[in-house]
């Protein structure tokens, strides 16, 4: 009977302590400072965070998905996960004076062009257990960003939406050097707001520096689900750098 009860005693020490280690939580304070190409701290600079493989994606999260730098360029990220061993992202970008425009293209940004340009492929950060604060000391923008109006017009130059609502039909697909789709964007009410000039006929975007074709669709319905557009409105290219001057781009509907 004695035995007995020590085995009781045991079992139930063993049950009580499953949860215990089930839902052992690992933690890491990420911090660092990004700079410009010169090493002069960015100001507003976005760090977006994101983890690798499936399990992770479950398992793994940030107290804030993103974090924007203070004045001296400095960032502080918490990280929270169920594994061990872990690798997470950041990807670095940078839009100074944005705040206005659209971003067809985004962090985490799309696989194929993680994969394809290394500028949008993120920092790698492998963590182990309870890296209580981790200092990545001087991270350079990967990513920057500059200002585009995009017109859309008919063929006699005038806007082809002649109306606030009219822009809730705008739906347009990026496309990089390759011709690969790499971003997209629709526009809400407060994005019509905020972004759209009615009597211009245009819309201000936010495009990283590169090659882009732009496509507008009538509906996301001319674009399937193997990223290829079936018909389009309108397609323009742009080369976008970085510099203080808005771009323009032309969407000729004809």
């Known amino acids: 009977m004695k035995n007995y009860k020590c085995l009781l005693v045991l079992c139930v020490s063993i049950v009580l302590t499953l949860p215990a280690v089930a839902q052992e939580k690992y933690y890491s304070f990420i911090a660092g400072t990004v700079v410009d190409e010169k090493g002069r701290s960015v100001n507003r600079a976005k760090i977006t965070f994101d983890t690798l493989g499936v399990a992770q994606v479950k398992s793994c999260w940030a107290k804030e998905h993103e974090v924007l730098t203070d004045g001296a360029g400095h960032f502080l990220l918490q990280e929270h ?5 872990r690798t997470i992202v950041l990807f670095t970008t940078a839009a100074p004076g944005l705040g206005d425009a659209e971003f067809p293209i985004f962090a985490p940004f799309w696989p194929e062009l993680r994969k394809n340009d290394p500028r949008f492929a993120g920092l790698r950060v492998e963590l182990k257990g309870n890296q209580k604060f981790l200092d990545l000391g001087k991270i350079p923008v990967q990513v920057w960003y500059n200002r585009v109006e995009l017109f859309v017009t008919d063929r006699e130059g005038k806007p082809y939406y002649k109306s606030e609502d009219d822009w809730a039909n705008f739906e347009l697909i990026v496309r990089d050097k390759n011709g690969v789709a790499v971003g997209n964007e629709g526009l809400s009410t407060f994005d019509r707001e905020r972004s759209v000039r009615v009597d211009r006929g245009s ?4 495009l990283p520096e590169g090659t882009w074709a732009l ?3 009538r509906s996301l319905d001319d674009f399937d689900n193997k990223g290829r557009t079936l018909r389009y409105l309108a397609k323009t290219n742009i080369s976008v750098k970085r510099t203080d001057v808005c771009l323009q781009a032309h969407l000729v509907v004809k």
């Open 81 to 85: 996960c169920d594994i061990t061993n």
């Open 203 to 206: 819309v201000n975007l936010a």
């Open 215 to 217: 496509e507008l669709l």
